[in-house]
């Protein structure tokens, strides 16, 4: 009887020890589940902070203004606008020792303006960047333009005063818009080239 | 047989925890809108067709519009400092804008003439150059433009923030006299758009449509006209 007891006692301590186990799984399981929705929901696109942020809280409720959100973000049905770098992909690469290239990668449907492509260097004098001609733009109410659509691929000259390699720091200034009828603000890009050393001048 | 109360207790505390976390959440997540925000992380850069033509991809400017006209102070080009809502009591369409932006150019004689065809209605129009006064002051010298117009960079950009959108221009808002926004259209206006969205303005500012009738009406209608125009385009 008392092996009996003791093994009964053994048993039910067993379930016990078992029962403990399951419980304590099933809080571990939930507290997990909710730590989970919490992260998600903490971890929200940052829109949502933004919304929240935002000084304005009289806020849309209504499907209707879903299509408001919609159409006021779509250059055409279905399309919506790019972000500026999506746009105009700008990168640059050395062209020998004292030049860079600079290529533009530009989406179909939007164009970059000639007249408004500006270069500058904190640290090494530039020559005056080379720019193809480019595809006239005739509008009625605002005449011929100079644009570039698809690509734009640009010499730009360094004046080189040493001959150890140099990491040259480039601003790029250019702007652009979409043929749907909207445009960027001018944009500035800093990029770094690392030009190799100059050959000594000979004689 | 202490423990296993503990453990019921532990357990039914988690659940009615995670319970009134959901409810929050729940709660937090309607009132806050998210279902109509969207995440703005950008496309890959080599994957731009697709980005173009993919709606649900995360465009820039998935903020929120917000429902009536925010309170926004510009300076106008004396120095004023004025409040976009000082100008409702009317049917307004704010147009934002810049002298960099030839759209925005093209479309200020259209806003200039739906003015003067709208007076009887009381239309006013604002624009806010996100722009230097200097530049726009420069701009107004050969191509002058009848409407009150507000500027500031700075500031024009805290006011596109608040409308919900992205310094992408031009882009126009247009709402009723109580400050209700029923549309924003973002590019350049055309003339059908802007006829489409004062018609629905009107029905709506005389009670024979509602605010959301006339706003679907609006949206469905610029849809419209949207695929007719890129039918033409092609």
Not at chain 2, 185 to 193: P, T
Not at chain 2, 200 to 216: C, D, F, P, V
Request: charge should be neutral; glycine fraction near 8%; proline fraction near 7%.
């Amino acid at each position: 009887l008392a092996a009996n007891d003791s093994d009964e006692c053994w048993s039910f301590k067993g379930e016990r020890a078992k029962m403990i186990a399951v419980r304590a799984r099933s809080i571990a399981w939930r507290t997990a589940a909710c730590g989970l929705a919490v992260w998600t929901s903490l971890a929200a696109p940052p829109i949502l902070s933004h919304a929240e942020s935002s000084p304005d809280t009289n806020r849309a409720a209504s499907s209707t203004v879903d299509s408001l959100l919609d159409q006021s973000h779509q250059t055409a049905p279905g399309k919506r606008f790019l972000t500026v770098d999506e746009a105009f992909h700008v990168r640059a690469a050395p062209d020998g020792a004292g030049a860079v290239r600079l290529t533009w990668v530009i989406a179909p449907g939007y164009y970059l303006y000639r007249s408004r492509i500006r270069v500058t260097s904190a640290n090494a004098r530039l020559g005056t960047v080379e720019l193809p001609p480019g595809q006239i733009k005739s509008d009625a109410y605002l005449g011929r333009q100079r644009v570039y659509h698809e690509e734009l691929v640009a010499r730009l000259p360094v004046e080189r005063t040493g001959h150890a390699a140099l990491e040259l720091k480039l601003r790029i200034g250019y702007q652009g818009c979409a043929e749907a009828g909207l445009c960027y603000p001018p944009t500035t890009r800093l990029l770094t080239v690392e030009l190799p050393p100059a050959a000594p001048a000979s004689g | 047989m202490r423990n296993a109360g503990l453990l019921r207790a532990l357990s039914l505390a988690a659940v009615a925890l995670c319970g009134l976390l959901g409810g929050y959440l729940a709660y937090r997540s309607v009132h806050s809108q998210a279902s109509i925000a969207a995440p703005v992380a950008a496309k890959p850069s080599q994957d731009r067709n697709a980005a173009l033509d993919d709606e649900a991809a995360g465009a820039p400017g998935a903020h929120v519009v917000p429902a009536t006209v925010p309170d926004v102070e510009l300076p106008d080009l004396s120095g004023r400092v004025r409040s976009l809502r000082a100008f409702l009591g009317r049917p307004l369409i704010i147009n934002f804008w810049a002298t960099w932006c030839e759209p925005c150019q093209r479309e200020m004689p259209l806003l200039a003439r739906l003015r003067s065809q709208h007076q009887e209605q009381g239309l006013e129009i604002v624009g806010v150059a996100v722009d230097f006064p200097n530049a726009v002051e420069q701009y107004l010298r050969k191509h002058p433009v009848p409407y009150p117009l507000l500027a500031g960079e700075t500031q024009g950009l805290t006011a596109i923030e608040a409308f919900g959108m992205q310094p992408v221009l031009p882009f126009s808002v247009f709402a009723d006299g109580r400050g209700n926004i029923l549309a924003v259209k973002l590019g350049e206006l055309h003339g059908d758009e802007a006829e489409a969205i004062l018609q629905a303005l009107q029905q709506e500012a005389s009670g024979h449509e509602t605010l959301e009738s006339a706003r679907a009406a609006i949206a469905e209608r610029l849809h419209e006209l949207a695929i007719t125009r890129a039918k033409a385009a092609t």
